[in-house]
Nanobody, 121 residues
Framework: QVQLVESGGGLVQTGGSLRLSCAASGSIFRISNMGWYRQAPGKQRELVADLIGGENTYYDGSVKGRFTISGDNAKNTVYLQMNSLKAEDTAVYYC???????????????WGQGTQVTVSS
């Protein structure tokens, strides 16, 4: 099994910045993708940013130019730098990892417990 632990959420004013971190641990053979989803109250969970193969990135249009995803392969960690935060960025942010626990196992998706980000106007 793979465990994901997120940190860095909190309360910030409009226009402020936060940096989220997500560290993966446990039985890890290889992580293919890591990224961040978010879920606001009454809304579906949505993909915010994705780090694909440790190199390519994807951003939802609502955060492009304001958020930056990056990773540290040696630490099995992914980061989300969030700048110019808006009230509509308020949500619980969830880290995910697509990972194999062994050479012969299939890839599975693992989730963190979520971290609250609140942007006050």
């Amino acid at each position: 099994q793979v465990q994901l632990v997120e940190s860095g959420g909190g309360l910030v004013q409009t226009g402020g910045s936060l940096r989220l971190s997500c560290a993966a641990s446990g039985s890890i053979f290889r992580i293919s993708n890591m990224g961040w989803y978010r879920q606001a109250p009454g809304k579906q969970r949505e993909l915010v940013a994705d780090l694909i193969g440790g190199e390519n990135t994807y951003y939802d249009g609502s955060v492009k130019g304001r958020f930056t995803i990056s990773g540290d392969n040696a630490k099995n960690t992914v980061y989300l730098q969030m700048n110019s935060l808006k009230a509509e960025d308020t949500a619980v942010y969830y880290c995910y990892a697509a990972a194999k626990s062994s050479r012969y196992s299939s890839s599975q998706v693992f989730w963190g417990q979520g971290t609250q980000v609140t942007v006050s106007s």
